[in-house]
């Protein structure tokens, strides 16, 4: 089992930052690989970004690749997403996700909550 739980959004202006935090359960968090996908009204659940479970790879949707940047602390269980050069298209509910299938870049079955993100212009 895996308990997600996100924390970090809030509401900025274009071209201001944030960073989201993904603080996971289980001794196992090492094991899997994380992700960020995020959902706005009206369109399906996308995917953002990637990282393997050791964190040596990182994958990245081609609209934020460049801006955003994910990480993790396995010692801390816990997965990062800094968002810079934040854009209005931007904004969005983001969740964390673990088992995410790096090679299709679809996720797994583990979800936190969710965290609302809003860039203004």
């Known amino acids: 089992q895996v308990k997600l739980v996100e924390s970090g959004g809030g509401l900025v202006q274009a071209g201001g930052s944030l960073r989201l935090s993904c603080a996971a359960s289980?001794?196992?968090?090492?094991?899997?690989?994380m992700g960020w996908f995020r959902q706005t009204p009206g369109k399906e659940r996308e995917f953002v970004a990637a990282i393997s479970w050791s964190g040596s790879t990182t994958y990245y949707a081609d609209s934020v690749k460049g801006r955003f940047t994910i990480s993790r602390d396995n010692a801390k269980n816990t997965v990062y997403l800094q968002m810079n050069s934040l854009k209005p298209e931007d904004t969005a509910v983001y969740y964390c996700?673990?088992?995410?299938?790096?090679?299709?870049?679809?996720?797994?079955?583990?979800w936190g909550q969710g965290t609302q993100v809003t860039v203004s212009s």
């Open positions: 289980g001794r196992t968090f090492s094991m899997y690989n």
């Open positions: 996700n673990a088992g995410v299938d790096l090679l299709n870049t679809k996720p797994g079955y583990y």
